[in-house]
Nanobody, 123 residues
Framework: QVQLVQSGGGLVQSGGSLRLSCTAS????????MSWYRQPPGKERELVAS????????NYADSVKGRFTISRVDAENTVYLQMNTLKPEDTAVYYC????????????????WGQGTQVTVSS
């Protein structure tokens, strides 16, 4: 089992910055990758950024490239999302996600989700 607890978020003006954090507990060593998703009001959930555990490779949605940075601190079992140059279009509920590989011989992954945090960017 993996538990994810998020912190950060809030209200910020356009052009400002926010930093989200997500701390994992439980079977941390089994996590294959961690990601940030967001769901704007009235829209579908979308992937924002992801980072792999082994290689540390990152992936970003085109809409946030150059503005957002995903990182992790293994000693703290925490993944961060640094959000700079925020725009009103970034307003959404942001969710932390962890993908767990329970069996190294199988490709199946299990998803765990944080509680979500509201990010509101005012113009």
């Amino acid at each position: 089992q993996v538990q994810l607890v998020q912190s950060g978020g809030g209200l910020v003006q356009s052009g400002g910055s926010l930093r989200l954090s997500c701390t994992a507990s439980g079977s941390v060593s089994t996590i294959y990758a961690m990601s940030w998703y967001r769901q704007p009001p009235g829209k579908e959930r979308e992937l924002v950024a992801s980072i792999s555990r082994d290689a540390g490779s990152t992936n970003y949605a085109d809409s946030v490239k150059g503005r957002f940075t995903i990182s992790r601190v293994d000693a703290e079992n925490t993944v961060y999302l640094q959000m700079n140059t925020l725009k009103p279009e970034d307003t959404a509920v942001y969710y932390c996600n962890a993908k767990q590989r329970r069996d190294p011989f199988l490709r199946k992954l299990y998803d765990y989700w944080g509680q979500g945090t509201q990010v509101t960017v005012s113009s």
